[in-house]
């Protein structure tokens, strides 16, 4: 019943009770590859953590609850997909489904036969009564009996079924004569029911059952067939140009530019527009014929799956049929002890095929490149094309169609210009904006400044809806740059911005998993915008780049060379530091949509006011015109008009964005109240002796930034508005509260700003809390490439712990890393604690002290207290925090910035040493590594699942699980003495053979530190650890003999 292809007329759908089973989710998930099914409907699926386990990382998966007893998943990535919320429950999903030729919904149900089912009939039928006019499949386990379907007699959930099914005009799909879909120990009986719509009957091809997984249940196919393609609107193909052979493209790019240059000879008309669609065809025509395509592979094998994984489930099969097929009740008992074991087996050969494949994975591939597959899919980077969901329309009703959520989330994304709405000022001000300048217009752009341009941007860069990425672009003939030159000058003298590159293809990402679907506003709209296009731009950005940065306000900080956001928030808070006053507040204020909602008449206004050249002026008036957005599903689009905003993902956007912010912080300050801002985010001070000034501060503040938005036809999110009180009597920092536009603000405990926690009282609990949570991202990384047995070396993975954990851990330190007290030192080394325990393969168990040496990793806290005495060195501007006192005299006694630097490590290893050697914890690591210096130099130190336990002394040693009561006696196997660590490579005479074959001797009465003080001697203590390990194995007693 397998298909051909992606656009095949028929679609495959595989309906199939689970029962909770990793392995038979597995197994169904083979089968699905195996025919090319488009669809799975799942009843009792397998959940860890909310998440269906085993569904792959690209497939969608339709649920809504973290138990759910009913899924849909979408196995075809050409596939629309839209879950009906409204409709679904835990037990009964919704969706609608879009091919290329069918359109119908499916509905997923599953009846528990230990719950009544009134209520759940009655919520399948409001659905199904809310969708009748719709194709419909209906798929599930009812847990019903009726002969209808093949029971040999009805129950009354049966009948009542049979009853709503028939006045529903569904038509059963279900075959008896192919026999019950479950088969148990306790019997067989027919309750996994397939019904359709008539008109969706009409085109079911076939209705198969089959017993392929170790599941009771039967995996049901239903074949249905499409008609001729319900649309022509797909997007442009993407480019697989980071495997392209470029001499080709170029070759054959050259040879169709000359097509493309008589053309143009021959073209009487001075139409840009057209150039442009040849310019652009031209090169898309060389990419469709030497680069390969982007795309899902569909239907191929999951890597684990094996010829031995086939075998072992054919046998299974057939000890399952022998079972069944039994006559009396002690052959059936004996079979099912044989199906059981058959089971046992295939379930563990599968855990053993996926971890296997897992692991041999993450070593081929980040041995080769650190960040390559396994890395994007350990963060996350992974996963099913962005979409967005049925979203709640006006009326509080929600979309059911693609269409209707289209238009919601472009309606609100990008607000259109009413001009209705406008003022005489206003009116004004749109015929001001259009009136030529009459400032000397600017040189044609050179070569030189193409190239420039086309150089700042990344080969990588994501192609708009043209299909043409930055790697094509770079790698063109030099006919191509020659002629894209010509259109940009043209452009420039007729002051025309091609009408093709001022559409974006909208790609909407909802911002995290814990967001309302329905809600437009969970979704961050990308803009992929033609890079030809952003080319012009970034020409235009650097011609007009030095009126614009003179006209920045000095306190903005986003999107500006040279600052950072720690510039941001040392200026913030040096400025609610310097007030004067008792109390002393600051407001975050959120600005709603700022980026995609600002009016374009005032944004030209600030740039007409700089004075530009005339024609490239007359250019960015023609940018702002005409311009529209896409919104792509799999099988279809929806079009709208952009009238305002700064656009997303374009070049000129953020620094025209800021010209216009400028104006509002110049407000506030002549206010008197200092802004900052980073791109949209706004931050001000305002202070006052006694709390109802405070309150009126607050509110006129808020009045000027309500005012300027309203004129940018943008409002403030009072909602997400934050405020604190920094300075003033804990009464006043408790119940301040003041207006912003028609609501109320409270001054709360904490708020994050560009990354960082601040609490009103300068407590880091809360920044340290958020810090673990995202440092778990980190460990997640590292516990996915390095196992007990497996995983990348120490060094490969020691690059995550600096380059992803660490930067994590100490971003703007300097900022927040001020006196911290004993309990936050201790707190940081608990986070740091998290990271070192999967990097060097360490027991839970464990010292934090010994790890970090073994790991050759400085303290957590002496790393953060470091990084604020550098920024201070560095960027003394960007520095709130307190350098350590003798931190301090040691950086002011040495003059050079490389001698500073120098003295600061210095101080690190002379705390870190002090401390190790003080310290009470990791006393047998001690005896191996007394000197941290040494262990930084020891660059053939790469502690493993078996070093480590001898370095640390804390493993598969009976004396210390025996404390940690995981074992009854701490004696050791060889019976003379307590089971160490420090026992077993001295003196235990179980390994006194592999003792003297690594060190000469039957005892070792040698320093431990002579172990590890040169490679040579590093490298026989490790061949000792792993045959240790190989004799000791992992239980209480001898894994094999010495």
Known sequence: MAGSSNDRREMLAIQHNVRRSRTVMDEVMQISLEEKADLLILQEPPVIQGKIPGIGLVNRCCAVSETPRSAVVVLNPTIDVLLLHEYSTDSLVVVKIRSARLEFTVVAAYFSPNERHEALLGRLDHAVAALSSQKMLL??????????????????????VAVWAAGRGFVLLNRPESGPTFRGNR????????????????????????????SDHGVIRVLLTGGRRTTEDLPAVRFNT????????????????????LEEQQREDDDVGKAVAGLEQALVTAAANTLPLKGHKKGRQVPWWSQDLARLRREMRAARRRMQAADSPEDRRAMNRTYVRQRKQFKSAVRAAKRASWREFVESELTQDPWAMPYRVLRAKVGPDATIGALRLDGGRRA???????????????????????????????????????TDPDVPWTMDELKRAVKSFSRFKAPGPDGIDMAMMKEAPEVFWEELLAIYNHALSKGVFPERWKLASIKALLKSGDRDPSDPGSYRPISLLSVLGKILERMILNRIEPRLVDAFHPNQFGCVKGKTTEDAITTLMSAAKRGTEKNVM??????????????????????????????????????????????????????AAVTRGCPQGSVLGAALWNLLFADLLKVLESGGVTGVAYVDDLAVVVEADTQDGLVREAAACSRLVVDWCQRARLSVASNKTQALVVRGKKEVRETTMFPVGDARVRAGLCAKYLG????????????????????????????????????LEFSRAARYYDTVFLPTVIYAAATWWNKPSKKA?????????????????????????????????????LVLDARVAYCAIKWPERVLATVRPELAARTAAVEASKDKIAAIQDWVFEVWQERWQQGTTGRLTYEYLPNVRDRQSYSWLKPGYTETQLLVGHGNFNSKLHFFRRRDSPECPCGRHDETAEHVIRRCRTFRVVREQCFGTRTYDAGLNVMLSTKDAYEKFSIFAKRWHKIRGEGPGLAALA
């Open 139 to 160: 798929a599930g386990d009812f847990n019903a009996w009726c002969t209808l379907w093949g029971s040999a007699s009805d129950n009354v959930r049966g009948r009542e």
């Open 586 to 639: 600051i407001i975050f204020y959120d600005i709603a949509g700022a980026f995609n909602g600002v009016w374009w008449p005032l944004m030209l206004l600030r740039i007409r006011e700089l004075s530009p050249p005339s024609n490239v002026y007359r250019l960015l008036v023609d940018y702002f015109r005409n311009r529209g957005a896409q919104l792509w599903f799999k099988q279809g689009k929806v079009d």
């Open 756 to 791: 960082v926690m601040f609490h009103r009282n300068g407590v880091l609990d809360q920044h340290l809390d958020m810090l673990r949570n995202k440092a778990c991202g980190a460990v997640g990384l590292l516990k996915g490439v390095r196992g007990a047995s497996w995983g």
């Open 242 to 261: 980071r495997k392209a052979r470029w001499a080709p493209f170029r070759a054959d790019a050259a040879n169709i530019m000359i097509d493309y240059q």
């Open 400 to 438: 059911s169609t693609w269409e209707e959520a289209g238009v919601r989330y472009l309606s609100t994304v990008f607000p259109s210009d009413d001009e209705t709405l406008d003022s005489e000022e206003d009116s004004g001000m749109r015929r001001l904006v259009e009136t030529a300048l009459t």
């Open 825 to 861: 030192r201790e707190k940081v080394q608990t986070i740091q604690r998290m990271a070192l325990i999967p990097l060097t393969k360490a027991y839970r168990t464990a010292a934090t002290a010994a790890l970090q040496v073994v790991a050759g990793t400085p303290p957590l806290d």
């Open 187 to 214: 019997g067989n009986s027919f309750i996994d029911l397939s019904w359709a719509s008539p008109d969706l009957a009409d085109v079911c091809l076939a209705w198969d059952l089959s017993f392929d997984t170790g």
